[in-house]
């Protein structure tokens, strides 16, 4: 998969050293060409200067082509201004920006953009929003058979319950993500865009929980 990262801080050349070592090919983008000396004679994706949410720019970065897009420059509103042009004009599916003032988390959340507050950032969490096939689990018990793990829960989940997902799926969501807050779900609790769901199950469950979690309740999978 490309990805496109608009910033090239410390963060981002982070972010785009592991994902070239994951297999995939990145652009940076920054209004700094010196900036770039922080990704090392080693990076083999594209460097391009210009501002990260003019669309030409994009383009040259290969925009057109990606699969996911992460606004981590130092700017909260350059960071959601680039991340809503990534959604809305190039229709880019995987998007996350990093922002500065948690406190601006819910109004970028309802615009369907998951976020990154810096208080608690670390590229893992970003490659998580970016990448959310293949869930990383966050805790194992000793004898490696029960994890919890962050499970990717596709579009068509949100507006259903914790609790009707919990039963298709055959696990027990222990804590959810919403607006950069952790929060324990009830029996009443319905899943809203941005949710980041964390799920506490077997290890030898994860192929069939993904599935679930990803297509939707039952009668929206074939």
Known sequence: MHVVIMGCGRVGAELAQALEQQGHTVAVVDQD??????????????????????????????????????????????????????REMFGIEHVAAR????KRAEVYQRLGIPTV??????????????LPSGS?????DP???VQLAEVHTGPDWVGHR???????????VAFLTRVGEAMLPTSETVLQEGDLVHVMM????????????????EEGRS
């Open 99 to 102: 922002i500065y003032d948690p």
């Open 136 to 140: 990383e689990p966050l805790w194992r």
């Open 162 to 172: 914790v609790s009707r997902l919990q039963e298709e799926a055959g696990v027990r």
């Open 33 to 86: 060409p010196t900036a770039f000396r922080r990704l090392g004679s080693g990076f083999g994706g594209r460097r391009v200067s210009g501002v990260g949410f003019d669309q030409d720019t994009l383009r040259e970065a290969g925009i057109e082509e990606a699969g996911a897009f992460a606004a981590v420059s130092s700017g909260d509103n350059s960071n959601i201004i680039a991340a809503r042009v990534a």
């Open 117 to 130: 507050a810096t208080v608690r950032w670390t590229a893992d969490q970003m490659l998580r929003r970016l």
């Open 202 to 217: 077997r290890s030898d469950q994860i192929d069939q929980v993904e599935a679930v979690f990803a297509t939707g309740p």
């Open 143 to 145: 004898s490696g058979g």
